[in-house]
């Protein structure tokens, strides 16, 4: 049976990949990284880490025992730590997954606070709008809008956000304000090409969900120039309300069908079952709950 040494040398390997660089995360020798590595791999009896002078990458092995292991060998620090009475004190990498446009916005200021607060605790954001497999990415919890397909994770819910149609004044001005979804049939609307259903917008329309078809003569896989092109009078555009919060505010964009919202779409916070007695992940939540504003988005 290998030693916890050799699986935490093996861990700081792959995710930093350099025997150097792990050495110097665990404060132990260069050659005593490498003894762990060649250990491990002698008891498992295949390569795990394939190793040039400039990187360490792991082998399709050594990629599946890292994800294996990892949660297993912090839920055991974490139990070492609680035996030493030093649980309290958060220490580590935390590894936080989030949307592109939400994580920098409302996600970095709690994290600012955080580190602040528990200055041992490193962070890692990791930004993307997939719905990423924590396991396979590594990460200790994400930050998830629209609904949830059923898993083994854990979830809390931390509000909803609106959906909203909006133009700029240049362009109703110059073509008027739709009074009922249906009547974008007659406007220009700017779609978002990668959605599942380009072209169809989701309302309330007498009390029921429903989809009503769009066009329009400019379109973009990407939200960003959908907002330029909105403020420019090209069109309509529709997305989450706190992605444009700022434009309305300031007046270059309006709103508009706002009787005619769709269910406000809901965000979650989801980790692995299990880990929320890690220190560093439990204080991070506590604080994601009681920090992160919502209202009104």
């Known amino acids: 049976m290998s030693r916890i040494d050799d699986f935490e040398a093996f861990i700081a390997v792959i995710e ?113 709008d997939g719905f990423v497999d924590l396991g396979a990415e590594g990460l200790d919890l994400a930050i998830r809008i629209g609904n949830l397909p059923d898993s083994s994770l854990q979830a809390k819910r931390l509000g909803a956000l609106r959906r909203v149609v909006f133009g700029a004044p ?52 990407l939200m960003t120039p959908i907002y330029a092109a909105a403020i420019h009078g090209l069109g309509l555009g529709y997305s989450p309300l706190w992605q444009i919060r700022h434009l309305v505010d300031e007046g270059r964009l309006e709103l508009v069908l706002t009787e005619f919202e769709p269910a406000p779409v809901p965000i979650h916070t989801l980790w692995p079952e299990g880990r929320s007695s890690s220190a560093k992940l439990r204080t991070f939540l506590d604080m994601l709950a009681s920090r992160l504003q919502l209202k009104n988005l």
Not at 34 to 63: K, N
Not at 170 to 175: G, I, K, L
């Open 170 to 221: 240049s362009y109703f001005a110059h073509r008027g304000r739709p009074a009922h979804p249906f009547e974008l049939n007659a406007h220009s609307c700017i779609v978002r090409t990668v959605d599942e259903r380009p072209g169809e917008w989701m309302f309330q329309i007498e009390g029921k969900p429903r989809a009503v078809k769009v066009a329009g003569a400019f379109r973009s896989n």
């Open 16 to 128: 930093l990949g350099s025997l150097t660089a792990a050495a110097r995360r665990l404060n132990r020798s260069l050659q005593s990284i490498s003894r762990s590595l060649a250990t491990l791999e002698d008891s498992v009896g295949v390569e795990l880490v394939h190793r040039t002078t400039r990187r360490s990458t792991p082998s399709e092995a050594g990629a599946a025992l890292f994800h294996r292991i990892k949660p297993a060998i912090e839920e055991i620090n974490e139990a070492r730590l609680q035996a030493a009475n030093q649980r309290s004190e958060p220490s580590g990498i935390l590894r936080v997954g989030a949307p592109v446009l939400f994580g920098p916005d409302f996600l970095v200021p709690v994290i600012a606070d955080y580190m602040r607060t528990y200055p041992r605790v490193e962070v890692d954001l990791q930004l993307s």
